[in-house]
């Protein structure tokens, strides 16, 4: 059939099964948009186009399936740089359309033209740019391809504005020509048994589970390993809700903010069994001495994370849940399996850490001088988790509100914890949580964010309202650049340079009501509840809660950076405990 190419870039994402596009027009781009108005697809305007990226990827998190934005050239393309890092770096599949300028006109200075290809190639798993119409049907399939298979990660598509104009004889395909491009496949049986060897003989054996068995959806087959083997479960920040947060087993998290039994078990392992992890440094703390006793198994389907930061002395190149099933199949098939008695004592050991240092802080909230706000911000996470469904999803920005939203919230289920992990972005949260609803609108949807997040991409919640997405938003305001003003009060003498906010300018009740949202202020550890219970109850429209939260609080625990994990911070109150 006869298409424009815009037409055709259209049809091509409806046979992948778009069905929501976020977006901005522009100059370049703006032939594409007039064949949407004809398409299946749900087009939703943001207000920023960093904002269309985070809201794809808030999507692509919460249902596995690839998010789609579209934004202009030059600044539209730039802007969402932020983005496609964000998503590159915490293996995020997102489809990112980026018009340009004529093929004619390229490399001349033109209006709104950088060399997006350029610049994003550090950022992408691949991009793309079309010079040539009949390509189109190609490069889109490609690029799904591309984005959603091996380890998932951002792509983009660079669509010159005449390549949009030209006609062509239009057909669909899903051929793709990528050559050099292999996915792992099945894992090594001989690396299994080794692993299998290892996990019956080890005396102190831990797992640490990362965000790539969330990505293989190998919850599952990861319940399934810990039932036949007993062995303690560690869960990253960005595989919260891979293995349920009730279930005995779980020492929760580790790394930098981790739970200290997470911390300790894998410091005095002698066994670490890494399932989709990358040794990221915020986990491993000073590497030399991570885990310093303990052979490794680590089990990645990215062949380039097998020895980057640790080398392993069993490398298992695979998909995560196939490894974990196999590992499963080996070790069911063994008569004489025992593992369970054979560590009891390690688990005891781990048990007693897990019951004398807990997550913890002093009361629900007091007054101090000095302090901005009587509210404990871990007191509002853990009435948030109370007072929702236990399929509420949970998004968060980046900082300290974010280590509390971990810490304190508990994560029974894969998929219902969305935020940024490698990058840190701070400005996450409000549009990826605006995704996050659309991808699943029938859960409920709550964001908790900072006060110097959330001034960072609050104009999404104007996209929110007019798209009748009623997420919610926690602001743990404590009027500071929580995080960096804790980094300054223990390791820069109290020196508070340029981090100070004020609680009251913005005026956040005011700006939410002005956006279109219910705007709800607490000043008061009483009122906590009753705000939360108000704003489940609204669901025509997004409610931002401003919670006036304790400026003086830090997260706890901590390991100092470039320390070693055995130098770990607990919170004061736990401090004269015996390690």
């Known amino acids: 059939m006869k298409l424009t190419g815009a037409q055709a870039l259209i049809k091509s994402l409806e046979r992948q099964g778009v069905e929501v596009l976020f977006g901005l027009p522009g100059g370049a781009i703006l ?50 740089v932020t983005a496609l890092a964000d998503a590159y770096m915490d293996s995020v599949p997102i489809v990112v359309i980026t018009g340009q300028v004529a093929t004619t006109s390229m490399g001349t200075d033109a209006f709104q033209e950088v060399d997006i290809t350029g610049i994003t190639a550090s950022v992408t798993k691949h991009n793309w740019l079309i010079t040539d119409a009949n390509d189109i ?125 997470a911390v300790t078990a894998i410091q005095r392992c002698d066994l670490l069994i890494a399932l989709g992890a990358r040794f ?98 871990q007191f509002v996470v853990e009435e948030l988790r109370r007072l929702t469904p236990r399929d509420t999803i949970l998004v968060s920005g980046v900082g300290q509100h974010q280590m509390w939203a971990a810490q304190h919230w508990s994560f029974e289920e894969p998929r219902s914890w969305v935020n940024s992990g490698g990058l840190g972005t701070m400005g996450f949260a409000v549009p990826a949580a605006l995704g996050a609803k659309v991808g699943c609108p029938e859960k409920m949807v709550w964001a908790v964010d900072g006060d110097g997040c959330f001034q960072m991409t609050a104009q999404e919640l104007v996209t929110a309202a007019a798209e009748q997405i009623p997420v919610k938003i926690a602001i743990l305001n404590n009027a500071y650049l929580g995080m960096v003003r804790q980094w300054q009060h223990m390791f820069y003498e109290q020196r508070y340079s340029e981090v100070y906010l004020s609680p009251d300018l913005p005026d956040y009740v005011k700006w939410a009501e002005a956006m279109g949202c219910v705007g709800i202020r607490v000043t008061d550890p009483k009122d906590v509840a009753a705000a939360i219970e108000a704003a489940n109850a609204i669901t025509d429209r997004p409610v931002v809660i401003d919670f006036r939260t304790d400026s003086m609080e830090q997260v706890f625990p901590m390991v100092p950076a470039g320390a070693s994990n055995d130098d770990i911070l607990v919170h004061p109150s736990l401090a004269g405990e015996p390690r």
């Open 280 to 377: 990221d440094d915020r986990v491993t703390g000073r590497v030399e001495d991570f885990a310093r006793d303990a052979k490794v198994i680590h089990v990645d389907i990215d062949r380039a994370e097998i020895g980057k930061v640790r080398r392993p002395d069993v490398p298992i190149v695979a998909d995560c849940r196939l490894a974990i099933e196999e590992l499963n199949s080996g070790l069911a098939g063994d008569p004489d399996l025992s593992i369970r008695e054979h560590i009891s004592t390690w688990v005891d050991t781990c048990m007693d850490w897990k019951a004398r240092f807990p997550y913890t802080y002093e009361g629900k909230g007091e007054s101090a001088p000095g302090v901005i706000g009587r509210i404990k911000p």
């Open 31 to 80: 032939p594409v948009y007039d064949p949407i108005i004809d398409s299946s697809i749900r087009h939703i305007l943001v207000r920023h186009e960093q904002g269309a990226g985070h809201a794809a990827e808030g999507y692509a998190q919460v249902t596995g399936r690839p998010g789609v934005a579209m934004v202009t050239s030059g600044p539209g393309a730039t802007n969402i």
């Open 137 to 261: 049907a190609r490069i889109v399939a490609e690029a799904f391809h591309v984005a959603t298979t091996g380890r998932p990660g951002p792509v983009l598509i660079d669509f010159p504005k005449d390549v949009a104009t030209a006609t062509i004889d239009y057909e669909e395909t899903d051929a793709h020509d990528l050559p050099g491009y292999r996915t792992a496949g099945e894992p090594d049986p001989a690396a299994i048994a080794e692993a299998v060897a290892l996990m019956k003989s080890a005396d102190r054996p831990v797992l640490y589970v990362g965000g790539g068995v969330i990505k293989s959806d190998a919850g599952p087959a990861l319940a399934r390993l810990v039932e036949l083997t007993g062995i303690p479960v560690t869960t990253t920040l960005m595989a919260r809700g891979a293995y349920p947060d009730s279930e005995p087993l779980h020492l929760g998290m580790p790394g930098m903010h981790g739970a200290y039994p």
